[in-house]
């Protein structure tokens, strides 16, 4: 389930993706199953976001998001960065959500006739539906990494 460097390389952004997780700890209790949650690639999956081994989603992510596995998903007819028409189905591990922005907005409380120099403020914070995807390469690097430390072989590795 892990894409070679060729199929990295015919992503792009705009790309239906599926996460499995606990947002905000949501989940079945009763069959103790995981939320699915859909989103897009919100930057060239082929492409390192400001020069680190992520790309961004377009998707609800909320805490408890955080280590959910990032899938391609792709069922019917889909197009490889616009060039190729293929038909079937395509899914691959791209990585897992680690952080989401959030947009803060400060506002002011004042009191009236209470003479003071310091006014409390409020700072709220909204997501702004924009996560973070490490790479399935991070995933693979720190995996081969631990194995190493413990004195153990990785076998091969995908790109």
Request: proline fraction near 6%.
């Amino acid at each position: 389930m892990f894409p070679s460097a060729d199929a990295f390389g015919q992503m792009d952004s705009i790309e239906d993706l599926l996460f499995i997780g606990y947002p905000n700890g949501v989940y079945d209790k009763t069959n103790n199953l995981p939320i699915v949650r859909r989103g897009l690639a919100a930057t060239p999956i082929h492409l390192d976001y400001e020069g680190k081994p992520v790309f961004l989603i377009d998707a609800s992510v909320f805490p408890g998001s955080s280590g959910s596995p990032v899938f391609i998903y792709n069922s019917g007819v889909w197009s490889d960065r616009g060039k190729v028409t293929v038909a079937g189905t395509r899914v691959y591990l791209l990585g897992i959500i680690a952080s989401v922005f959030f947009r803060e907005s400060d506002g002011s409380i004042t009191f009236k006739e209470i003479p003071s120099s310091m006014r409390p403020v409020v700072t709220t914070q909204e997501m702004i539906d924009l996560g973070v995807v490490y790479k399935v390469r991070t995933i693979l690097e720190t995996i081969e990494h631990l194995l190493r430390l413990h004195g153990e072989n990785s076998n091969s590795s995908p790109s």
